[in-house]
C-alpha cells in the first residue's frame, strides 16, 4: 500500500521538475527519494516521470497520480489536525445525557457560550426523566456524561456540582401562602400531583412521606416535574418538584420543606480522561448551580 511519504515524494518532484531539489525540500537523500518514487511506480505498474534534459517530467499517470495524492496529503493533515484540537479540547462532539430539568435550569447558557467560544464543538443531547435510566445510557456508551441526580448505583467517574432544593408547588390562593415552609404531614390532606413510576421522582417522594408519616392522596400522576408544577400553580392538587422545575414559572406559590429537603446533583463521565469532557465539566464546576441550588421565594 502506498504511503504518505511515497504521495509526498511524488508531489515534490512534480512541482519542483527535479529530483535534487524535491530531495532537498523534503530534507531526504536523493537515493531515499528515488527508492520511494520507484516503490510507487511498481505498486501502480505504470511510470510516474519521464526524464528530460533539464529535470524530469511528470507521464500522464504521474499526473493522474499526483491530483489525488494532493487530496489525500491534504486529508491527513487535516485529520491530524482535527485531531490535535479534539485532544486539546476545542473541537469534536460532545454527547451529554440529562435530567430533564436540568437542561433550561443549568445546561442551555453553558452550551451557548460554548458554541461561540469553541464553533468546532458540537452537542448532542437527550433528556430523561430517571437517573438510573441515565446511567444505564452511559454505560451503553451513548453518551459522554451524564447531569442530574445521583442514581442508585453507579460504577462511572462521579463529580458533585452542588445540592438542589426541593419545593412545595401549590396555587398562589392556597393556603400554603400563608406559611413559611411546609411540613411533608402536611400533604397528607392534600390532592397530590404525583409521578409515573418511570420518572424517579415518583419512588422518591413515596419515600419521603413514608419517613414522615404522611400518606399521599395522587390525584393524577406524570412524567414531568415541570407539568407537575404548572397543574399545581393552576389549582390542580399541590406536588413536590426540585427547583430545576420552576424556570420561567412565576406563577402559584412555592415554599421550601420543613426541614429543608436538598438532593445531590453531579455530572458522572465516561471516560475521565477526555479531554472535552474534562474542560467541560470544569466549567460547569465553575459555574455552580443558579442561585446555589436554592430557591428564591417571595
Not at 91 to 116: D, K, V
Amino acid at each position: 500500500m502506498a504511503t504518505l511519504r511515497a504521495f509526498e515524494c511524488l508531489v515534490a518532484v512534480g512541482e519542483s521538475g527535479s529530483v535534487t531539489q524535491a530531495a532537498a525540500r523534503l530534507h531526504m537523500s536523493q537515493p531515499a527519494l528515488s527508492h520511494q518514487i520507484s516503490a510507487l511506480e511498481r505498486e501502480i505498474g505504470a511510470a510516474l516521470f519521464e526524464r528530460r534534459a533539464r529535470g524530469v517530467r511528470l507521464t500522464p499517470a504521474g499526473r493522474a497520480v499526483a491530483q489525488e495524492a494532493r487530496s489525500a496529503l491534504h486529508h491527513a493533515a487535516l485529520a491530524i489536525s482535527t485531531g490535535r484540537r479534539v485532544g486539546r479540547g476545542e473541537a469534536g462532539r460532545l454527547r451529554i445525557a440529562s435530567a430533564e430539568t436540568m437542561t433550561n435550569w443549568l445546561l442551555t447558557s453553558a452550551m451557548r457560550e460554548w458554541r461561540l467560544q469553541y464553533p468546532e464543538v458540537d452537542f448532542e443531547l437527550s433528556e430523561f426523566s430517571s437517573a438510573d435510566r441515565m446511567d444505564r445510557f452511559l454505560s451503553d456508551g451513548h453518551a459522554d456524561l451524564i447531569v442530574g441526580p445521583r442514581p442508585t448505583t453507579t460504577n462511572h467517574h462521579v463529580e458533585l456540582l452542588g445540592r438542589e432544593e426541593m419545593v412545595v408547588v401549590a396555587a398562589g390562593s392556597h393556603l400554603f401562602a400563608d406559611e413559611t415552609s411546609i411540613g411533608v404531614a402536611a400533604l397528607t390532606t392534600e390532592a397530590f400531583i404525583h409521578y409515573v413510576p418511570e420518572n424517579g421522582l415518583s419512588v422518591w417522594v413515596d419515600e419521603l412521606a413514608a419517613l414522615h408519616g404522611a400518606t399521599l392522596d395522587p390525584v393524577l400522576r406524570t412524567r414531568s416535574p415541570r407539568t407537575a408544577a404548572g397543574l399545581a400553580a393552576a389549582g390542580i392538587g399541590v406536588t413536590v418538584v426540585p427547583v430545576s422545575a420552576l424556570v420561567g414559572r412565576s406563577e402559584g406559590t412555592v415554599r421550601p420543606l420543613r426541614p429543608r429537603v436538598l438532593r445531590d446533583i453531579i455530572v458522572t463521565v465516561a471516560t475521565p480522561t477526555d479531554e472535552l469532557s474534562r474542560r467541560f465539566v470544569a466549567d460547569l464546576r465553575v459555574r455552580g448551580l443558579p442561585d446555589g441550588g436554592r430557591a428564591v421565594y417571595a
